[in-house]
């Protein structure tokens, strides 16, 4: 057989070739950028898969790849498309699948689907597995609530202006709720009036009004959720238990004595998910204050249980003074060295920068 010679001219238009080849399986397909993804809140840690695609928090998986597309679809490392499968919206991978289009990674890293960066994690009973899922399944007994971050494939926020300081305690001028109201899923048309507790479980939701004064005109506010130790509170008590924390939002309608689960309307910010613990103040979200009006806010479960008295005590404070304890006089703003002993939500104006 005739052997077939190979010109210098031919040689570098192999080489040229094959660069080329290694090159375009370098460069993502369709200009899609590659991540993986970290959960926070509820069981957190890294979200893995299983063999045929079902994507998983915990389970001791390793983190999987993903690719994000200029449309806002999703295929993982082995080219599988990601999809809400129907009708439960479990989030997992396909051969042959089409992506579900509407995912976006934020400036912040934080995974979105359809514009929502709040996603719900269940158990499986499977070595301590969590599915995922844009909407609570029906039937499931623990589910949390929980953001997905990615550790690249973000764009860097814009410099934010100066922002407004808002202090982590109760010495501004500030408000408490002037209604507590409860909202019940498995009671969904029973108004349950007036509360003087913030109860917080699995299926019951509180709801608070604060009226908001003419004073706080142009001026930026503060939802301030106070949590103190229990050997720190005077006249107040609370439960606690669970995983995760509380989903804190703002609602489109003021709620009254007679709202409902089914009445109390759409939520018109949500703040997402704040992971508490005794001993604690946490400012949840700032926001314009809208003078001369009722806010609503709505606090449920993100995997943690919460019952409380809601409770304002400007006495005791106590601040370490050379070395020893010393009882500050009644009334005396605190400071940041000082530990007060309210708890529950508020609402603070905050002061300019």
Known sequence: MASIMKTPTAMIALTILALLAVVQALVPRGSSCCF???????????????????????????????????????????????????????????????????????????????????????????NGGYNIYTVAPKGQDICVNVTLT??????????????PKCPKDLSGDWQFPHLITLVDSTKPNNAEGNSWNGTITKEVSSLFNFDIPQRYENKTCSALLLFPKQDQLETSAYEFYGIGGVDIA?????????????????????????????????????????AN????????????????????????????????LSA??????????????????????????
């Open 250 to 290: 703002l609602l489109s309608n003021t709620a009254t004595f007679s709202t409902t689960y089914n009445t109390m309307g759409p939520v018109k910010s949500d703040f997402g998910v704040t992971n508490i613990a005794p001993g604690n103040s946490y400012t949840v979200a700032t926001f314009p204050c809208q």
């Open 36 to 126: 993986h993804l970290n959960a926070n809140g509820g069981p957190g840690g890294a979200v893995g898969q299983l063999s045929d695609g079902q994507n998983r928090i915990g389970q001791g998986l390793s983190a999987a790849q993903y690719c994000i597309d200029p449309n806002g679809g999703l295929t993982d490392g082995d080219g599988r498309g990601c999809i809400l499968t129907p009708p439960t919206t479990q989030f997992q991978c396909d051969v042959g699948a089409s992506p579900t289009l509407g995912f976006a990674v934020g400036c912040d890293g934080k995974l979105s689907s359809s514009g929502s960066t709040t996603f719900i994690s269940c158990p499986t009973g499977d």
């Open 150 to 163: 990615a550790d690249s494939c973000r764009t860097g926020c814009p410099a934010s202006p100066p922002q």
């Open 293 to 324: 009006s009722v806010m609503t806010f709505m606090m449920k479960s993100a995997g943690s249980c919460f019952n409380y008295f809601q409770d304002y005590n400007p006495s005791p404070y106590v601040k370490t003074l050379l070395g020893t």
């Open 328 to 353: 500050v006089p009644l009334y005396t703003r605190p400071s940041t060295d000082f530990v007060g002993s309210s708890i529950g939500l508020y609402l603070t104006a905050c002061s300019s920068p």
